[in-house]
Structures are given as structure tokens and as C-alpha cells.
């Protein structure tokens, strides 16, 4: 049996399927047994689970031959060493395997650590296969593409990049294998929310993002019949009213959108993706009418800067008169867009942070439903030269257990990194902004501030909005902070989103 592991990335409300580990659990073997522990749920405990599988098999026919665990950068970091530790001590023989963006990413970190075993680069379901060989004693770990481990010398070992297949190639997702009914949740497009992810890669190169140094610049999408079919299941089986599209890049093809969105219109659900703001552009009225009548809800954009400058030096590929085209036929066609900012590059953050929040405010006065997502810049590793002879990643820990610090984390989450041009100040100013605009213009997303305490606060904001004054928020924060619904589970990855929470 293998057991696979999703550390605790999330609040056990927001567990979402663990699709990682479902993917690379359905491609095993006929004969090989799999389950999965997942952390995200309120009543599970790793470790003990973990424990507790490994001694029900111990002496059977079938034990416990490896522990795989899927480790994405930030909280579920913090979760997956602390556990990887406990594992390795208790079971010093039992193989410890990580997948996912953090070892895929960070390789050297992870292989210099004496708990884990072998790390799987890219994607999961082939290589994890054939490391069972390498388990086994029946193949060379040096002949296996994808495969991370240490020589008996201590050396790291990296295999050559694995091809990888497109979802047509790979099984269907195994719903037997995990509690679906407990993982559907009530959010702003329904009350029984899946997730889903129909294809894999973006073939663009924006030189901050990390699926671009995991896929390369490549995506493989899946047949929109194929993907209705695992969604009726969902709606059919499991009620499902509604579905978030996990792709990092949701349209690439303006025939297949329309075929998708035809296919999905008896489905009746409401749905979310993520697209570029170019695409969405280059399709005609009669597609953005199937669209919205599939169902389509909300879509998320990278807009990442009011600059066009930053932009060409991110390789957006991106103009801020695009965005603003977008914003107004999202408008048009009552469709929210969900805009994403990535602030204060290392070039001039002080005045790339005012041109952008000069832009947002354009933006509003286009769109004003539209969402906004806030991130900070944070230097992704990335392929080949894309930084030239700058090393993006210089001074970041070498050390696994150092990236679990508190800052490492921010870092990762690009949420509140110190980097050495992002001064307290400047963070503050981009914070205080968020804080107007979205008392202004209360996000759907949030559930956690009460009725009255959306309407005080827009109330207040009203005037600072107008005449674009940021500096005093002080009242805007007592409000916010009284009107807060407590969180049904108190559970909290502990250190995340500090100077966020304080400022709200
Ligand atoms: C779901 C998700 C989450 C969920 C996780 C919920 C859960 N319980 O799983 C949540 C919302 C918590 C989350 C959080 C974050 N996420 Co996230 N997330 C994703 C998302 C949308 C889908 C991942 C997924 O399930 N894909 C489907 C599966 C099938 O693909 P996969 O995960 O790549 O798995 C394959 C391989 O990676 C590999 N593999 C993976 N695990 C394992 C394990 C083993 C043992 C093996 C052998 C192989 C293997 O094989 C799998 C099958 O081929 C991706 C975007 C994307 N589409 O990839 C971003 C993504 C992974 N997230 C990312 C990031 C950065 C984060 C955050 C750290 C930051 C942020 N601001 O979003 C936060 C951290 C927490 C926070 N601050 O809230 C980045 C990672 C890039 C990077 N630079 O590292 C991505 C790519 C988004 C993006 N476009 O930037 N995330
Ligand atoms: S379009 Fe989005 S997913 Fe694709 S490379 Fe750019 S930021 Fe990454």
C-alpha cells in the first residue's frame, strides 16, 4: 500500500479535493492499494493517521511500502517538514516521498535533507510508477526522468525532465477514493461548490511565475466532452451547483471555449476560471454570450501592474489598455472579473505602486464590480536565463527547515516578503488602499464582515475614495475589526498574513 499525504495547506472550510494525490494515486498499477490522509480535514491527524496505516498493515500481505507527501510552497511547507521529521524517526525504512510545486521548485533544499527520500519533479503519475520499481530493487534510479534522490555518496541527483501528458492521457479522476460529499462547500457562486482542473501548463512566459518553471511554456487541455462527463457526474451524483476551474490558464482556444460552453449549459452551473485578459479579448459577441449562459460567473485576470513598462519587463505580453478593454466587456456581459496586482517590483516600487493604484481607480470607475487580488512581487525560480546573470534566488535559504520561518513563508506566499525594496512604508500605503477600496466596494468573496458592518464601512470610505486620501484608516479598521464574524474552525496555519490582519 502507498499513503499519500496532503499536509494541512489550508482552514479544514476551505479543503478543496486533493487533486494532486488523486491524480497520482489513479495512475498506479492495478494491485497496488492507495489512500489518501489529508491534513485539510478537521478530524484528521497526519501523523496518527499515517501511523495508524502503517501498523493495521504491518505484517500483512500488503504493508505499507512508501509515504508520499504533496507539498505546495508556503503553509503546506510548514506542515510537511514538521511531519516528514516525525515520519523519518518513527519509521527510519519506510521510503518518504515528495511531490508537487516546493520540491519541483526548490530541489536542493530537499534533497539535502536526510528525511526525505526522493523527491518527483513535474508531474506525478509516471515517475511515482516507476519509482515503485526503483523501490522494488527492479530499476536504476539514475535511468528514471523526474526522479530526485541522493547517491550512497550524499550527492544530489536530479533526472532529466520528465515529458509530460495531457489530461486526455491520463486517468479520470478517482472520486471513490475520497469523501466527496465532504469536500463540496457552500461559496459565492452556490451552495455546493467543486473544484476542477481541465488542463495543464499556459504557454506564456511571464517571468514571475512559477508554472512556467514547472511546465514549460506548453499547455495540454482536455477534450470539453471528456470534462462535461466528470462534471455531470459531480452535479448528478453529488449535487454539485456550482465549480471553480483550477487551470492556470483556462482559455486558450477560442473553438474550444464555445464547445465547453455549450457542453456546459445544461449542466446549470455557476463557474469561475482563470484567463488572460488578451484572450478573453479576441473572442467575438456570439462567445461571450455561450459563456455567460454556460454559467460563467467570475473570471480571474492577471493584470499585475498599471504600468506598461512593468508589464513588458514581467514579458506580460499585456497592455493596461487591455485590461481596461476587459474590464468594460466583463461589464458589459455581467461577467465579475477578479483582477490581480503584483506590486513593487525591484526597479522603482515607490512609483510603479502609485501609477498602479492611479490605475485601479481607473479601473473602478470602468468596472466597478470588479474584485481585487493584491499580491507582492517575490522572485520565482524560474528556467533558463529569463533574470540574465541575476540570480533571483540568491540569498534564500539553503537550508529545508529555514523556509519554514516566518518570513520564508511570506515570501513564498508573496503576501508580505521582505525583500530588500519593499520598505514597511510602501507595503503600508498598498494595505491602507485595499482597505478603502474594498470597505468602498465589499468583495462577495467576504463572508467574515457582517451585514452593518459592510454598510458603516462603505459609508465610511465613501469620502476618502473620492477624494483618493489613504492615510487615515483608523475608523475603517475599528469597523471592520467589530463586524468580524468569528471563523468556524479556529484553526490557523499560525504566522500568514500578519501585517494584513493587523491593518484590518
Ligand atoms: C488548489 C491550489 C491551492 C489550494 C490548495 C488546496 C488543496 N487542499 O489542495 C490553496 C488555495 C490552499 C492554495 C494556496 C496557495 N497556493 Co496554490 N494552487 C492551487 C492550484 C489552483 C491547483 C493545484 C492542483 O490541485 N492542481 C491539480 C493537480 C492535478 O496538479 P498538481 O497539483 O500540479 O499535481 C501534479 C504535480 O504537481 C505532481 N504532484 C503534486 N503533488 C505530488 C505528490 C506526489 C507524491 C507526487 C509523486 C507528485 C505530485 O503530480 C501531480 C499530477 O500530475 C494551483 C494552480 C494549478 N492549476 O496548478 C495553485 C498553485 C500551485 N499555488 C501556488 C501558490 C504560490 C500558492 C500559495 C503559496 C500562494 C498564493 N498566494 O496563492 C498559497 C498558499 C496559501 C495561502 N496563502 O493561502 C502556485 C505555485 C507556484 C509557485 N510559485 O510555487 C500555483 C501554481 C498558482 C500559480 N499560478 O501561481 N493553492
Ligand atoms: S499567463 Fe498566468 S499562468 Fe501563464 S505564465 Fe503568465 S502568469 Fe503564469
Same mark, same amino acid.
Not at 52 to 71: F, I, K, M, S
Not at 154 to 177: A, N, V
Not at 290 to 310: H, R, Y
Not at 460 to 470: D, F, H, M, N
Given at each position: 500500500?502507498?499513503?499519500?499525504? +496532503?499536509?494541512?495547506?489550508?482552514?479544514?472550510?476551505? =479543503?478543496?479535493?486533493?487533486?494532486?494525490?488523486?491524480?497520482?494515486?489513479?495512475?498506479?498499477?492495478?494491485?497496488?492499494?492507495?489512500?489518501?490522509?489529508?491534513? +485539510?480535514?478537521?478530524?484528521?491527524?497526519?501523523?496518527?493517521?499515517?501511523?495508524?496505516?502503517?501498523?493495521?498493515?504491518?505484517?500483512?500481505?500488503?504493508?505499507?511500502?512508501?509515504?508520499?507527501?504533496?507539498?505546495?510552497?508556503?503553509?503546506?511547507?510548514?506542515?510537511?517538514?514538521?511531519?516528514?521529521?516525525?515520519?523519518?524517526? =518513527?519509521?527510519?525504512?519506510?521510503?518518504?516521498?515528495? /511531490?508537487?510545486?516546493?520540491?519541483?521548485?526548490?530541489?536542493?533544499?530537499?534533497?539535502?535533507?536526510?528525511?526525505?527520500?526522493?523527491?518527483?519533479?513535474?508531474?506525478?503519475?509516471?515517475?511515482?510508477?516507476?519509482?515503485?520499481?526503483?523501490?522494488?530493487?527492479?530499476?536504476?534510479?539514475?535511468?528514471?526522468?523526474?526522479? /530526485?534522490?541522493?547517491?550512497?555518496?550524499?550527492?544530489?541527483?536530479?533526472?532529466?525532465?520528465?515529458?509530460?501528458?495531457?489530461?486526455?492521457?491520463?486517468?479520470?479522476?478517482? %472520486?471513490?477514493?475520497?469523501?466527496?460529499?465532504?469536500?463540496?462547500?457552500?461559496?459565492?457562486?452556490?451552495? =455546493?461548490?467543486?473544484?476542477?482542473?481541465?488542463?495543464?501548463?499556459?504557454? %506564456? /512566459?511571464?517571468?514571475?511565475?512559477?508554472?512556467?518553471?514547472?511546465?514549460?511554456?506548453?499547455?495540454?487541455?482536455?477534450?470539453?466532452?471528456?470534462?462535461?462527463?466528470?462534471?455531470?457526474?459531480?452535479?448528478?451524483?453529488?449535487?454539485?451547483?456550482?465549480?471553480?476551474?483550477?487551470?492556470? +490558464?483556462?482559455?486558450?482556444?477560442?473553438?474550444?471555449?464555445?464547445?465547453?460552453? $455549450?457542453?456546459?449549459?445544461?449542466?446549470?452551473?455557476?463557474?469561475?476560471?482563470?484567463?488572460?485578459?488578451?484572450?478573453?479579448?479576441?473572442?467575438?459577441?456570439?462567445?461571450?454570450?455561450?459563456?455567460?449562459?454556460?454559467?460563467?460567473?467570475?473570471?480571474?485576470?492577471?493584470?499585475?501592474?498599471?504600468?506598461?513598462?512593468?508589464?513588458?519587463?514581467?514579458?506580460?505580453?499585456?497592455?493596461?489598455?487591455?485590461?481596461?478593454?476587459?474590464?468594460?466587456?466583463?461589464?458589459?456581459?455581467?461577467?465579475?472579473?477578479?483582477?490581480?496586482?503584483?506590486?513593487?517590483?525591484?526597479?522603482?516600487?515607490?512609483? $510603479?505602486?502609485?501609477?498602479?493604484?492611479?490605475?485601479? =481607480?481607473?479601473?473602478?470607475?470602468?468596472?466597478?464590480?470588479?474584485?481585487?487580488?493584491? %499580491?507582492?512581487?517575490?522572485?520565482?525560480?524560474?528556467?533558463?536565463?529569463?533574470?540574465?546573470?541575476?540570480?533571483?534566488?540568491?540569498?534564500?535559504?539553503?537550508?529545508?527547515?529555514?523556509?519554514?520561518?516566518?518570513?520564508?513563508?511570506?515570501?513564498?506566499?508573496?503576501?508580505?516578503?521582505?525583500?530588500?525594496?519593499?520598505?514597511? $512604508?510602501?507595503?503600508?500605503?498598498?494595505?491602507?488602499?485595499?482597505?478603502?477600496?474594498?470597505?468602498?466596494?465589499?468583495?462577495?468573496?467576504? @463572508?467574515?464582515?457582517?451585514?452593518?458592518?459592510?454598510?458603516?464601512? @462603505?459609508?465610511?470610505?465613501?469620502?476618502?475614495?473620492?477624494?483618493?486620501?489613504?492615510?487615515?484608516?483608523?475608523?475603517?479598521?475599528?469597523?471592520?475589526?467589530?463586524?468580524?464574524?468569528?471563523?468556524?474552525?479556529?484553526?490557523?496555519?499560525?504566522?500568514?498574513?500578519?501585517?494584513?490582519?493587523?491593518?484590518?
Amino acid at each position: 500500500m502507498i499513503v499519500f499525504v +496532503n499536509p494541512q495547506v489550508c482552514r479544514p472550510e476551505n =479543503r478543496r479535493f486533493p487533486l494532486s494525490l488523486m491524480s497520482v494515486g489513479a495512475a498506479l498499477p492495478d494491485g497496488v492499494s492507495w489512500e489518501i490522509v489529508d491534513g +485539510n480535514r478537521p478530524s484528521v491527524d497526519e501523523f496518527d493517521d499515517v501511523v495508524a496505516h502503517v501498523e493495521a498493515r504491518r505484517g500483512t500481505a500488503d504493508p505499507v511500502r512508501a509515504v508520499a507527501l504533496t507539498v505546495m510552497p508556503g503553509p503546506q511547507l510548514v506542515s510537511a517538514v514538521p511531519l516528514s521529521q516525525r515520519l523519518k524517526a =518513527r519509521y527510519p525504512d519506510l521510503p518518504l516521498v515528495w /511531490g508537487g510545486f516546493f520540491p519541483s521548485l526548490y530541489p536542493a533544499p530537499v534533497l539535502d535533507a536526510d528525511y526525505v527520500d526522493w523527491i518527483v519533479r513535474g508531474q506525478g503519475e509516471r515517475t511515482f510508477v516507476k519509482l515503485l520499481d526503483v523501490l522494488d530493487g527492479t530499476r536504476d534510479p539514475g535511468t528514471v526522468a523526474g526522479l /530526485g534522490f541522493r547517491t550512497e555518496d550524499g550527492e544530489r541527483r536530479i533526472g532529466p525532465e520528465r515529458p509530460w501528458e495531457g489530461p486526455d492521457e491520463l486517468p479520470p479522476p478517482p %472520486y471513490h477514493k475520497i469523501d466527496v460529499d465532504d469536500y463540496i462547500h457552500p461559496t459565492f457562486l452556490g451552495r =455546493r461548490g467543486a473544484v476542477y482542473q481541465a488542463s495543464i501548463g499556459c504557454p %506564456y /512566459g511571464c517571468k514571475f511565475c512559477g508554472v512556467v518553471s514547472m511546465w514549460g511554456r506548453r499547455e495540454k487541455v482536455e477534450t470539453p466532452e471528456r470534462t462535461v462527463r466528470h462534471l455531470e457526474y459531480l452535479v448528478r451524483e453529488h449535487g454539485v451547483d456550482s465549480v471553480h476551474f483550477y487551470d492556470n +490558464n483556462f482559455f486558450l482556444k477560442e473553438s474550444h471555449a464555445v464547445e465547453l460552453a $455549450e457542453r456546459m449549459k445544461p449542466l446549470g452551473l455557476k463557474w469561475w476560471c482563470e484567463s488572460r485578459v488578451d484572450a478573453m479579448l479576441r473572442f467575438s459577441d456570439a462567445t461571450w454570450r455561450a459563456l455567460k449562459e454556460s454559467g460563467l460567473t467570475m473570471v480571474f485576470f492577471g493584470a499585475e501592474s498599471g504600468s506598461n513598462d512593468v508589464l513588458a519587463s514581467m514579458d506580460k505580453n499585456l497592455t493596461t489598455e487591455q485590461t481596461l478593454e476587459v474590464a468594460a466587456r466583463t461589464r458589459e456581459w455581467g461577467i465579475v472579473p477578479e483582477f490581480s496586482f503584483c506590486f513593487g517590483g525591484p526597479e522603482d516600487p515607490e512609483a $510603479e505602486i502609485d501609477t498602479t493604484l492611479d490605475f485601479i =481607480r481607473e479601473l473602478k470607475g470602468v468596472n466597478p464590480d470588479f474584485e481585487l487580488i493584491t %499580491y507582492f512581487y517575490t522572485p520565482t525560480p524560474q528556467r533558463g536565463d529569463a533574470y540574465g546573470d541575476v540570480d533571483p534566488l540568491s540569498g534564500t535559504p539553503t537550508v529545508l527547515e529555514e523556509w519554514t520561518r516566518p518570513e520564508w513563508v511570506r515570501w513564498m506566499t508573496h503576501e508580505d516578503p521582505d525583500v530588500p525594496w519593499m520598505t514597511p $512604508e510602501l507595503k503600508e500605503k498598498v494595505e491602507r488602499f485595499v482597505l478603502v477600496l474594498q470597505s468602498r466596494f465589499p468583495s462577495i468573496h467576504d @463572508r467574515r464582515t457582517r451585514g452593518w458592518g459592510k454598510a458603516l464601512a @462603505r459609508m465610511v470610505a465613501a469620502g476618502p475614495w473620492r477624494r483618493g486620501r489613504y492615510d487615515r484608516t483608523g475608523l475603517l479598521q475599528a469597523v471592520r475589526r467589530m463586524a468580524r464574524v468569528p471563523r468556524p474552525h479556529p484553526v490557523e496555519y499560525g504566522h500568514l498574513r500578519p501585517s494584513a490582519e493587523a491593518i484590518r
